[in-house]
Nanobody, 118 residues
């Protein structure tokens, strides 16, 4: 199992920004696709952004233009920069990993809470 630890969540006002970090264990980080999911209470978990093992990125329509995923393979870390935050962005955010090009996200962090409130 790959071990993932998220950090950087917190309370922010609408229109504000946060940066989430996810530290991964192991020495083969560059071979994994990395994704950020989020889940609000009583709602379905959704994939909001991912970065493939070769550095390509994609975003859910709901966050495109506001969120940016990036990765630093030397630090075994993936980031999610969140700008122009909205109330609907409130959720627990999870880091996840998929080996190679499978896009089967099977490794999960513990989650970090993001609350957007005025």
């Amino acid at each position: 199992q790959v071990q993932l630890v998220e950090s950087g969540g917190g309370l922010v006002q609408p229109g504000g920004s946060l940066r989430l970090s996810c530290a991964a264990s192991g020495t083969r980080f560059s071979l994994y696709a990395m994704g950020w999911y989020r889940q609000a209470p009583g709602k379905q978990r959704e994939l909001v952004a991912f970065a493939t093992s070769v550095g390509r990125t994609n975003y859910a329509d709901s966050v495109k233009g506001r969120f940016t995923i990036s990765r630093d393979n030397a630090k075994n870390t993936v980031y999610l920069q969140m700008n122009s935050l909205k109330l609907e962005d409130t959720a627990v955010y999870y880091c996840s990993a998929a080996f190679g090009a499978t896009m089967a996200f099977e490794y999960w962090g513990q989650g970090t809470q993001v609350t957007v409130s005025s």
